[in-house]
């Protein structure tokens, strides 16, 4: 496989293990958390908390979503770890765009991205030593 291929790999596979992981963990704390579920399903702002705990564990899951890039990808991994932090920011900020003024806040739907799109460029800098 060539190594622009394999890059191109990484980065899907880096995305795939954040989405499924961040999709199981909105589950969980939907479940868990007090209001969280009835807000969603109303249309509504889920509660503070719960959106600050989704930022935060987000964020982490973003940053251990890079190591997935970062085992895959050719080298230089550092580059390819780069490029999955940039599409996760334009990715997120275009959906940011798309979604404000919904019952997400606006600072939750721009913090996001950013803060994923740091996560994953630190992240994969320490890992890679």
């Known amino acids: 496989m060539s190594g622009i291929l394999l890059g191109i ?3 899907l ?5 954040m989405a499924v992981a961040v999709g199981v963990m909105n589950i969980v704390l939907g479940k ?8 969603t399903t ?10 600050v705990a989704n930022l935060l564990l987000g ?7 890079s190591i997935v890039t970062a ?8 580059t390819w770890v ?10 997120g900020v275009g959906y940011a765009f798309k979604q404000r003024g919904g019952p ?3 600072w939750y739907l721009f913090s996001l991205p950013i803060l994923g799109a740091l996560a994953i460029w630190f992240v994969g800098r320490w890992y890679l030593g």
């Open 42 to 51: 109303a249309g509504q702002s889920p509660p503070t908390g719960y959106i």
């Open 104 to 106: 997400q806040p606006d």
């Open 32 to 39: 868990t958390w007090p209001g969280a579920a009835e807000a």
């Open 13 to 17: 596979a880096g995305y795939i293990a």
């Open 82 to 91: 780069w490029w999955f932090a940039l599409l996760v920011l334009v990715l």
């Open 59 to 65: 964020t982490a899951l973003a940053g251990a979503a």
């Open 9 to 11: 790999g990484s980065i």
């Open 71 to 78: 085992l895959i990808a050719p080298e230089p991994q550092i």
